[in-house]
C-alpha cells in the first residue's frame, strides 16, 4: 500500500492521517503532544500505521467469515493492551532508574517496594482497562498509567505507610523519559502476542487460520510517498519547509473535503480558534483567529477541568446536565476560573456553571466567525472541541439565532482529525505534481529497522 | 520619520548603503545638532506632529521642530519603549491608552533623551496643526502641564464626504492668519516672511515631485522599492524637519536617481538580509508598522518573497499621489489643504477608494491590514473596508494584529501563522486560478 501522511502537531494532541493514492483516509492516529515533537509526530504516525493495518486486518477477517469478523475488536483491543505492558516494562525500568537517582537512601529503601506493588498491580489490572465495549477516557498512555498509578499509591501508600505524594510523583517524574523516547514496535510481534491472547481457546484450525490472516496483514508493506505537516508546532516539526503548510489553509482543505458543501470552518484548538472561509474547492478565500490570548479556546476548558478536578473529557457530559446555563461574564480563562470559583461558593449548580462556560466559549468563537465574513450555508466544526457535545450543541444553535435557521452546523466525530486530513492532501498534491518525497527523520530511522514492521 | 531612516541605517549595516540613506543619516546628524544646540543660540523649538505638520512656517520663523511621535518610534526601535511604556503606566495612564503618548512620557520622565543620546530640548512652542487625532489633543494637554509651555491649536475639520469644500479651505486659512501664525510669531519673536515662506513652499513641490516618482516606481516588476518597510524611510526627510528645505530636494533628487537606476538594472528592493532575490508577492497594505520587532516583521514579508507595493502608512504625512503639492502661489491654502488632506482624515469610503486604486494600479496579488491596538485612526472601520475591498477587487485581503511601540502586543508567533497562512491561501488561489 502506498500512502501519502499528513501531520498536525498540536499544542494538546498530534495527530497523523494517511491516505492511499485515491486520497481516501486509511489510517488514523493521535497522541498526546508532549516536549519532543519529533517523539510526538512519531507515535502519532505509528498510531495511523497501526489503524491502517487493523483497517486491512478488517478485510482479511471478513474474508473469513462474519464471526471472525467479529474477532476484529477483540484483537484490537488485545494489541492495545499489549503496547501498554510494553510501555509499562519501559515505565517500570524508568521508576527503577529514578529510585537509584534519590540521594536519600532511607527513601529509596521505602520507596522502591511501594512502587513495585504499584507497578504490578497496574499490569495485574491492565485486562480490565481493554475489555471490549468497556469506554477508555483516553488511549494515550499518560493518561491511562497515570490514572492507574495514582489508583494504585492510594492503597499502597497507606498500607506501607509510605507518603502518598512522594510515591506519585515517581510517576510523574519517570513518565516524561518514557514518553519522550521514540521506540518502533514491531507490529507482527505485538499482534501476534494479541492474536494467541484472543485465540486461545479456539480450536487449532481457527487459530491457524486466523494466525495466517495477522501474519499477511504484519508483512504487507506500507510505502510512505510523502509527509507534510502542519500545526502550532509546525515550525519546530522535524520537516523541511516544502513540507510545511500553514494550519489554515489545512483544516480548511480537510473540512472541506469531508463536508463538501461547507463554506465556513470554526476551528477551537488547544490555544487558538480560528474561523475560516473556503470556497468551493476547500481554498481558503477569508480567516480569522485569535490574537495573543488563549481566552475561549480548548485550554481554557482544560483549565476549568483541572480547577473542578475532573478530566477535560467529563465536563461535556456533566454539562448535558445542566438545568440553566449560568451567565459566566469573563472569557478570561483566569478570570473564569475565579468566575467559577465565586459561582460554587454561591451555590450554584456545577452543571450549570459548565453550561455557561461553554457558552462563553462559543459567543468569543461567533465574534471570530462575524469578522471572517460569516456563515452563509453550513459551518464545519473541527478541533478537539468536537467531542464535545455541549460544545457543538451550543455552537449550533448559536449559528442558527444569528444566521438564521437555513444554516447547517457540521460536527464530524473525528472532526479532531481535519488538519491532518488537509495536510495529506496537499501532500498528495506534491505528489501528483511531481514534488520529490519528503520522508522526516523519524519515518527514515523507522524504514532502517525492519523489526518495525 | 527622520530618526527611523538614522534607525534604517544601522540595520542595514551588513548590506550595501545607498548614497541617499548616507544621506539622509547626515541631515538627521545636522538636526539633532541644531537641537542639541538651540538653547545656546537663542533658537526656538517647536513639538508638532507628523499628520498636518507645517514645517515651511516653522521653518520660515527660523524654529526648529520636534516631532514626539517619532521619538516614540525611535524608542521601539531601539528597545526602550518597553520600559517608557511601563514607567508611563506607573504614573497612571492606562493599558489602552496610545502607546506612542505613553512611551513619550515615560521618555520625558528618563530626561528626554533622544535617539543620539543627547538631551532633547523642551519645546517653547507646541504646534497642534491636525485634530483629525483627537489622542494628539490630549497629548499636548499633558505636555502643556509638563512643560507649562503655550499650545497653539488648529482645529482641521474631519473630510466625512471626501472632498475638501471652499468653506472647510477658508475656516483652516481663516485661523493659519488669525490664530496660528500671530501665536508662532510670538514665540518666534520675528514677523513671517511671506517670500521666505514661498520659497520653502517651491522646494516642497520639488521634493514631492520626486517622492511621487519613487512611489510610482513600484508599478515595475520587480518593484524596485518596498513601499511600506522601505517606504518608511523614503518619508523620513518629507514628513519631519525637512520639507522645504535643499537638503530634502537634493535627497528625494537623489533617491529617485538610485531608483530609476534599480528599474534599468531589472532589481527589486533592499531587504534586512540584502537585496531583494524574487518577487512572489505583490501587497498593499494598510495601518502602521510594528516598531519594537521592524526588521523582525519586515523579515516575515522579505522571507518570503513578498514585496509592498503600495501603502497608506506612508502617506500619513501627506497624499501627494492624488496630486496635491505645496504651492508657493497660494501658501495658505495649500498648507490648509494639506492638512485637512491627511489620510486619517479622510473618511472610510475616500480610504477604500485609495486602496482599491492601489491594488489596481499596482496589480497586488493581495492586501493585507496590520491593526494596531493603539491607533483608533486607523483601526476603526477596517475590517469594513477589508470586505468592500475584496468585493469590488477580487483580491484576498488579509488581516494582522499588533501594535506600535508596546511589545506587549507583538506576537511573532500569531503574525507569523497569520502571515504564512494568507501568503499561502494566496498561492493556492492562485494554483487553482491557473489549474
Redesign the interface.
Known amino acids: 500500500m502506498r500512502v501519502v501522511v499528513g501531520i498536525d502537531l498540536g499544542s494538546t494532541t498530534t495527530k497523523a492521517v494517511l491516505i492511499d493514492e485515491d486520497g481516501q483516509v486509511v489510517g488514523r492516529g493521535i497522541t498526546n503532544s508532549r516536549s519532543n515533537y519529533e517523539v510526538a509526530c512519531g507515535v502519532a504516525r505509528e498510531e495511523a500505521l497501526i489503524a491502517t493495518r487493523f483497517t486491512s486486518l478488517q478485510r482479511e477477517l471478513e474474508k473469513l467469515g462474519k464471526q471472525e469478523s467479529a474477532r476484529k475488536e477483540m484483537i484490537h483491543e488485545a494489541f492495545r493492551m499489549e503496547l501498554y505492558l510494553d510501555e509499562l516494562a519501559k515505565l517500570t525500568a524508568q521508576v527503577g532508574r529514578v529510585l537509584k537517582g534519590l540521594t536519600y537512601v532511607g527513601s529509596r529503601a521505602t520507596l522502591a517496594p511501594a512502587a513495585d506493588e504499584v507497578l504490578a498491580t497496574m499490569a495485574e489490572e491492565a485486562p480490565q482497562l481493554f475489555q471490549v465495549g468497556v469506554a477508555r477516557k483516553s488511549d494515550f498512555f499518560r493518561d491511562l498509567a497515570g490514572a492507574a498509578f495514582v489508583a494504585a499509591s492510594e492503597g499502597v501508600s497507606v498500607r506501607r505507610n509510605v507518603p502518598y505524594e512522594r510515591l506519585v510523583g515517581l510517576f510523574d517524574r519517570a513518565v516524561l523519559d518514557v514518553e519522550t523516547q521514540l521506540t518502533t514496535h514491531s507490529f507482527g510481534d505485538l499482534l501476534a502476542r494479541a492474536a494467541r491472547r484472543v485465540l486461545s481457546e479456539d480450536s487449532p484450525e481457527t487459530q491457524a487460520a486466523l494466525l495466517e490472516a495477522v501474519e499477511r496483514v504484519a508483512k504487507q508493506p506500507i510505502e510512505e510517498l510523502t509527509f507534510v505537516g502542519t500545526g502550532y508546532g509546525r ?1 519546530t516539526l522535524p520537516f523541511p519547509k516544502d513540507a510545511v ?5 489545512c483544516h480548511g482543505r480537510g473540512a472541506h473535503r469531508v463536508f463538501g458543501g461547507t463554506r465556513t470552518v470554526l476551528d477551537i484548538g488547544g490555544q ?1 480558534t480560528k474561523a475560516i472561509q473556503v ?1 468551493e ?1 476547500g ?7 485569535n ?2 490570548c488563549a481566552a475561549g479556546c480548548g485550554r481554557y476548558l482544560g483549565y476549568i477541568a483541572d480547577e473542578l478536578n475532573l478530566g477535560l473529557h467529563e465536563l461535556g457530559p456533566l454539562a448535558l446536565g445542566a438545568k440553566r446555563v449560568v451567565k459566566v461574564n469573563s472569557t478570561c480563562t483566569v478570570f473564569a476560573g475565579a468566575e467559577l470559583r465565586e459561582r460554587l461558593s454561591l451555590g450554584e449548580r456545577r452543571e450549570d456553571i459548565l453550561a455557561g462556560l461553554h457558552r462563553a466559549i462559543m459567543l468569543r468563537a461567533m465574534s471570530l466567525l462575524a ?1 471572517s ?1 460569516g456563515v452563509e450555508n453550513e459551518l464545519t466544526f473541527t478541533g478537539g472541541g468536537c467531542k464535545n457535545r455541549v460544545a457543538t450543541k451550543g455552537l449550533g444553535e448559536l449559528v442558527v439565532q444569528n444566521y438564521g435557521e437555513g444554516i447547517t452546523p457540521d460536527a464530524h466525530p473525528d472532526s479532531i482529525y481535519m488538519g491532518a486530513l488537509g495536510a495529506a492532501l496537499f501532500g498528495l498534491d506534491d505528489i501528483r505534481a511531481g514534488k520529490p518525497q519528503i520522508l522526516p527523520t523519524f519515518a527514515k530511522a523507522a524504514e532502517a529497522a525492519p523489526a518495525a514492521q | 520619520m527622520t530618526t527611523v531612516t538614522q534607525s534604517a541605517a544601522t540595520a542595514h549595516e551588513a548590506a550595501e548603503k545607498d548614497t541617499s540613506q548616507v544621506e539622509q543619516k547626515r541631515m538627521i546628524a545636522d538636526h539633532f545638532e541644531k537641537l542639541t544646540r538651540a538653547k545656546a543660540e537663542g533658537k526656538k523649538v517647536v513639538y508638532t506632529f507628523v499628520p498636518g505638520n507645517l514645517t515651511e512656517l516653522i521653518g520660515a520663523l527660523d524654529m526648529l521642530p520636534v516631532l514626539p511621535e517619532i521619538n516614540a518610534l525611535q524608542s521601539g526601535m531601539r528597545k526602550k519603549s518597553g520600559a517608557y511604556i511601563a514607567e508611563a503606566e506607573k504614573s497612571g495612564h492606562s493599558e489602552d491608552v496610545c502607546t506612542y503618548v505613553k512611551c513619550d512620557l515615560g521618555m520625558l520622565k528618563n530626561g528626554n533623551i533622544g535617539p543620539t543620546g543627547t538631551k532633547i530640548p523642551s519645546p517653547d512652542l507646541l504646534l497642534l496643526s491636525y485634530t483629525g487625532c483627537f489622542t494628539f489633543m490630549k497629548w499636548f494637554e499633558i505636555l502643556k502641564e509638563e512643560y507649562k509651555c503655550p499650545v497653539v491649536m488648529l482645529h482641521v475639520p474631519y473630510q466625512s464626504d471626501g472632498e475638501i469644500t471652499p468653506e472647510m479651505r477658508q475656516y483652516v486659512v481663516d485661523q493659519l492668519r488669525d490664530v496660528v501664525i500671530p501665536a508662532m510669531e510670538e514665540v518666534a519673536g520675528k514677523k513671517l516672511d511671506m517670500k521666505e515662506l514661498a520659497r520653502r513652499l517651491a522646494l516642497s513641490k520639488q521634493a514631492e515631485d520626486d517622492l511621487v516618482a519613487v512611489w510610482e516606481s513600484a508599478q515595475n516588476r520587480p518593484s524596485p522599492i518596498d513601499g511600506y518597510f522601505g517606504g518608511v524611510y523614503y518619508i523620513g526627510p518629507i514628513f519631519s524637519a525637512f520639507r522645504g528645505t535643499e537638503d530634502a530636494v537634493t535627497y528625494y533628487r537623489m533617491l529617485r536617481g538610485e531608483v530609476e537606476a534599480r528599474v534599468k538594472a531589472g532589481e527589486g528592493p533592499m531587504t534586512p538580509d540584502g537585496p531583494a532575490h524574487e518577487e512572489r508577492y505583490r501587497l498593499v497594505v494598510e495601518g502602521p508598522p510594528n516598531w519594537t520587532h521592524f526588521n523582525d516583521f519586515w523579515r516575515m514579508f522579505s522571507r518570503e518573497g513578498a514585496t509592498i507595493v503600495a501603502s497608506t502608512y506612508t502617506r500619513v504625512g501627506g497624499l501627494y499621489d492624488t496630486g496635491f503639492r505645496h504651492n508657493p502661489e497660494s501658501p495658505l491654502e495649500s498648507l490648509a489643504d494639506y492638512c485637512l488632506g491627511c489620510y486619517t482624515n479622510l473618511g472610510l469610503p475616500t480610504r477604500t477608494d485609495l486602496l482599491e486604486s492601489y491594488i489596481k494600479r499596482y496589480k497586488a496579488d493581495g492586501f493585507l491590514i496590520n491593526s494596531v491596538k493603539s491607533c483608533n485612526s486607523f483601526s476603526a472601520g477596517q ?1 469594513v473596508m477589508l ?1 468592500e475591498l ?1 468585493k469590488r477587487t477580487g483580491v ?2 488579509g ?1 494582522i ?1 499588533s501594535d506600535l511601540v508596546d511589545p506587549r ?1 507583538f ?1 511573532k ?2 503574525i ?3 502571515l ?3 501568503l ?2 494566496l498561492e ?2 492562485r494554483g ?1 486560478a491557473s489549474a
Do not use: C, K, W
Open positions: 515550525q503548510r500553514s494550519e489554515i489553509l487558538d470556497d474547492h481554498v481558503v478565500t477569508s480567516f480569522q483567529m490574537d495573543r469578522r465574513g | 475590517l470586505r475584496e484576498p485581503g488581516f494584529e502586543y506576537g508567533a500569531n507569523e501563522n497569520r504564512q497562512s494568507y499561502q491561501m493556492a488561489r487553482r
